[in-house]
């Protein structure tokens, strides 16, 4: 079993904001790979499914992004899983705008959900790193970052969410390259 957990902030006012564009990674996944119903769990919002032959849990933590880790970390903990069987979605400042990297460990950048995480767990998981851009100054990090996506990004957010639920198959199977080379192609096409 692997869980693929999406960092974000609960409640309608930060839907579409770009720190929650790990949260519209899994809500895409699910529904390209007809998962369950959500359920309340963990701390968080819950759906099992299967990509391939691949059981996985998607999990959205409800703690807020600062305490992401209490959530992870409890449901890792539940299914006795070893930091190998994670994979985090979350929106990275240091990527051009709907550019997707897979990570393996690392720090964490000054992302709080990355920071719980790795406070809760360690930091030797997968990291499926979605790029936001940067605002171009520290300043303005803040309101970038928890600003919505413009109705300018609109079509290139809902491709690139489309590429990665599409693509969705080669990270359960664990071929990162194949994935991110993937998801490249379609955003060429």
């Known amino acids: ?31 390209m790979h007809d998962f369950g119903p959500e359920q309340k769990k963990f701390q968080g919002w819950v759906k099992e499914g299967r990509i391939g032959r691949e059981k996985i849990l998607l999990l959205k933590p409800a703690t807020f992004m600062n305490e992401s880790g209490r959530s992870v970390g409890e449901a890792m903990r539940f299914y006795k899983l070893e930091l ?34 790795d406070k809760h767990l360690g930091a030797d998981f997968r990291r ?18 928890l600003g919505n996506f413009a109705k300018a990004e609109q079509d290139d957010l809902v491709e ?17 390259p194949r994935f991110m080379s993937d998801i490249a192609l379609r955003q060429q096409g």
């Not at 985090?88 to 990297?101: G, M, S, T």
């Not at 499926?128 to 970052?145: A, E, L």
């Open 128 to 145: 499926i790193r979605i790029g936001i851009g940067h605002p171009g100054h520290k300043d303005r990090v803040n309101s970038h970052v």
């Open 84 to 117: 190998d069987a994670l994979t985090v979605f979350h929106d990275e400042l240091d990527l051009a705008p709907f550019r997707v990297k897979v990570k393996q460990g690392g720090g964490h950048a000054g992302h709080n959900g990355l920071r719980s995480i």
């Open 1 to 31: 079993m692997q869980i693929w957990t999406g960092l974000g902030n609960p409640g309608p006012k930060y839907a579409l904001h770009r720190h929650n564009v790990g949260f519209m990674a899994l809500d895409v996944i699910a529904e």
């Open 160 to 176: 690139m969410l489309g590429a990665i639920g599409a693509e969705a198959q080669w990270l359960a199977e664990g071929n990162d």
